[in-house]
């Protein structure tokens, strides 16, 4: 069974840029999730898709963040204007039943 | 809200063994998480623990759970070099729709 897939692993964007992120949950698993991981400190939840509804987006930072999964199968994160603060590492996560969360290996964002 | 609070760093001798503990506010949660993240890679669940058990162990992984006392902690015995890496605690919160992590404990060996 192929893991959560993340892209890119590594973004470098410039202050203003738009960037946008792409998560493959694992097939099948209706429930996908966005965290983040910002200068080393905790990771923060942004926000819980289930299927195509925003089940949750209580962690969404401001209205620069915007999160799709048209479909219920890959979702996106976009940040426009990116901004230096939003530079950290990007999560994301599957699970089928909202336990045994499966992360992917993350996209590094760094702002500058 | 829900709050999980870890220790930042931890040193440990080869061969010894290690203990990362965690607190928590609240927990309305099943099971309770530690997850592995090693450099350079994604975050690896490493162990959990049902919310009615007081003491899980795998292999060299023992966690221990302090419900009364909202204290979750995970002991690696006889510590290796490839045991180097973050290590988070992870509780579900509120109705499960998030996992609250803490900030993570950054675990190194010394030889």
């Known amino acids: 069974e192929a893991g959560v897939t993340q892209f890119p692993s590594h973004s470098v964007i410039e202050k203003g840029q738009t960037v946008t992120l792409r998560c493959d949950p694992i097939?099948?698993?209706?429930?996908l999730y966005w965290y983040r991981r910002v200068m080393g400190k905790e990771i923060k939840f942004l926000l819980h898709?289930?299927?195509?509804?925003?089940?949750?987006e209580s962690g969404m930072p401001n209205n620069r963040f915007l999160a799709e999964r048209t479909g219920g199968t890959y979702s996106t994160l976009k940040v426009q204007p990116a901004e230096l603060e939003d530079s950290g590492v990007y999560f994301c996560a599957s699970s089928d039943t909202g336990n045994g969360y499966t992360f992917g290996s993350g996209t590094r964002l760094t702002v500058v | 809200g829900e709050d999980v609070e870890q220790s930042l760093f931890l040193s440990v001798r080869e061969g010894d063994s290690s203990v990362i503990n965690c607190t928590y506010t609240?927990?309305?949660?099943?099971?309770l998480y530690w997850y592995k993240q090693e450099p350079g890679a994604g975050l690896q669940l490493l162990t959990y623990?049902?919310?009615?058990?007081d003491m899980k162990q795998d292999q060299r992984l023992t966690v221990l759970l302090n419900k009364k006392d909202k204290h979750l902690s995970l002991r690696i015995a006889d510590t290796q070099t490839g045991d180097s890496a973050i290590y988070f605690c992870a509780v579900p919160y509120s109705s499960a729709s998030k996992i609250i992590f803490g900030s993570g404990t950054r675990l190194s060996i010394r030889p």
């Open positions: 623990i049902f919310s009615n058990m």
């Open positions: 898709f289930v299927k195509e509804s925003k089940q949750d």
């Open positions: 609240d927990s309305s949660s099943t099971y």
């Open positions: 097939s099948g698993h209706d429930n």
